[in-house]
């Protein structure tokens, strides 16, 4: 009689570790599932705010620096950026180079290269254009491949008049 005790007894406590690894393992596998779920929106979210972050730092240099046709696409050492006059003979460059979005203000004639700008954001890639003299295109690629494009619209364009005076 005590040996069919002493079994009966084994196998209760065997059913019940087994029933704690099934819950444990249950447990795990809904925790990991959690886990990659948050860093999937952690990451996209993150991708998102870095595409948005560059074009709203964009937009509001373009804007505060906005007066009378100052605002000019030009190339620094063939990248394209854009240029913006900060008073006292110096300018603002902004740009993309090494897959960072780059900012650099420098001397007008200075002998600058792409490399001395300070770096803002790491990004893929960005595009600038200016298919019309009120407008600048620009298309940022962020560092997970999604792109986002805005357009500035410049407020203080000259004017060329093209009346004639009598």
Do not use: W
């Not at 249950?26 to 074009?55: C, D, I, K, P």
């Not at 200075?110 to 600038?128: P, Q, R, V, W, Y």
């Amino acid at each position: 009689m005590v040996k069919g005790r002493l079994r009966k007894h084994n196998i209760d406590i065997m059913f019940l570790m087994v029933l704690f690894l099934i819950f444990t393992f249950s447990a795990v596998s809904v925790l990991l599932m959690a886990v990659n779920s948050y860093r999937a929106v952690v990451y996209a979210n993150e991708s998102n705010a870095n595409a948005r972050t560059a074009t709203a730092y964009i937009r509001e240099e373009v804007r505060q620096h906005d007066n009378g046709g100052a605002i000019s696409i030009d190339e620094l050492d063939g990248i394209k950026c854009i240029k913006m006059p900060e008073g006292s003979g110096y300018s603002l460059y902004i740009y993309e180079y090494e897959g960072n979005l780059m900012e650099l203000e420098a001397k007008d004639g200075a002998g600058i290269t792409a490399d001395f700008g300070n770096k803002i954001l790491e990004i893929n890639g960005m595009e600038i254009s200016q298919d019309n003299p009120n407008e600048i295109n620009i298309q940022i690629e962020d560092i997970s491949g999604n792109k986002q494009e805005v357009i500035i619209g410049l407020k203080s364009v000259e004017v060329e008049s093209n009346e004639k005076q009598e």
